[in-house]
């Protein structure tokens, strides 16, 4: 089975191109084998790249532990950046087919492996059902209490975490908080106590954000079913989500993740569109059965 090795802000994943490859008949097994950074190629996950009845292709997505999530902000420039370095589609618009339904994405060739990328995550989900959380009431979920973290312990004030929480869903739930600075906050060990609380039945992706000004933000993530990442584009969406809603940031903002920079934007009751970088790392063969 031949696959590309590609990443967006060094979020990277296996793709197999599934034009050309058959589909691997357990995809859910194959990710956690294949994306092993010492014993498989190495990355977030596994990404199939299939033919779509309603789009130019579909990305299905699998993290690292196997599990397969609906979305992958930084996996869909990568599909839209391979469809179209493959001739399947032409630069510009692209649409490919997700677990969040039909995204629409502007795809711009900047050399023989790489593009930037324009992407419409659509409109954000913000009602607590529809993320989900529970436990936090109805309507949105903006700087309440979170639960995760513990209601006495007050731990979080040494490294300068605020325990209030922010809930938005970009297809996919995320949780943020915010912080005087993102190096001292243990991400290794707030990340999977929040990810896996029962306040989250579906578990969650956490970011961890600090605020440089009203237009730039530095985040860290830990992504549901990967652990920390490098950089995560449906996160740094719904960070820009939460900005606007706790009044901390303008509908306008550059996120720089350890893997790189994003910019986001939230026009009034709109759509939130993220644009970043494609790129092609290697290509290699996984010996089948």
């Known amino acids: 089975m031949k696959f590309v090795k590609m990443h967006g802000a060094a979020n990277d994943y296996v793709y197999v191109d599934c034009f050309v490859e058959r589909p691997p008949a357990d995809p859910a097994t194959l990710a956690p084998v294949i994306a092993d950074r010492h014993r498989g190629v190495g990355g977030d996950g596994l990404v199939l790249v299939l033919p779509s009845n309603v789009a130019t292709a579909r990305m299905r997505m699998f993290n690292a532990d196997g599990s397969e999530s609906e979305m992958c902000g930084n996996g869909v420039r990568c599909v839209a950046h391979l469809v179209v370095s493959r001739g399947r589609a032409a630069a510009g618009p692209v649409t490919i087919e997700t677990g969040r339904g039909v995204l629409t994405l502007q795809v711009t060739p900047t050399g023989p492996r790489t593009s930037q990328v324009r992407v419409d995550m659509g409109e954000p989900l913000l009602d607590a059902?529809?993320?989900?959380?529970?436990?936090?009431?109805?309507?949105?979920?903006?700087?309440?209490?979170?639960?995760?973290?513990?209601?006495?312990?007050?731990?979080?004030?040494?490294?300068?975490?605020?325990?209030?929480?922010?809930?938005?869903?970009?297809?996919?739930?995320?949780?943020?908080?915010?912080?005087?600075?993102?190096?001292?906050?243990?991400?290794?060990?707030?990340?999977?106590?929040?990810?896996?609380?029962?306040?989250?039945?579906?578990?969650?992706?956490?970011?961890?954000?600090?605020?440089?000004?009203?237009?730039?933000?530095?985040?860290?993530?830990?992504?549901?079913?990967?652990?920390?990442?490098?950089?995560?584009?449906?996160?740094?969406?719904?960070?820009?989500?939460?900005?606007?809603?706790?009044?901390?940031?303008?509908?306008?903002?550059?996120?720089?993740?350890?893997?790189?920079?994003l910019r986001l934007e939230w026009p009034e009751g709109g759509h939130v569109f993220m644009t970043g970088p494609a790129e092609e790392v290697f290509q290699g063969e996984w010996p089948e059965g």
């Open 129 to 261: 059902a529809s993320i989900p959380v529970e436990g936090a009431g109805a309507g949105h979920v903006v700087d309440a209490a979170c639960a995760a973290l513990g209601g006495a312990e007050g731990w979080w004030s040494e490294c300068g975490l605020d325990p209030r929480m922010t809930c938005v869903s970009m297809g996919n739930p995320h949780v943020v908080l915010w912080c005087r600075d993102i190096a001292r906050v243990p991400l290794e060990s707030v990340g999977p106590r929040i990810e896996t609380h029962p306040s989250f039945p579906r578990r969650v992706n956490v970011h961890v954000v600090e605020v440089v000004s009203p237009t730039h933000v530095r985040m860290r993530t830990w992504e549901r079913g990967s652990g920390i990442t490098m950089a995560c584009g449906t996160g740094a969406s719904a960070v820009c989500v939460a900005g606007v809603l706790g009044g901390r940031t303008a509908r306008v903002i550059d996120a720089d993740l350890p893997g790189g920079r």
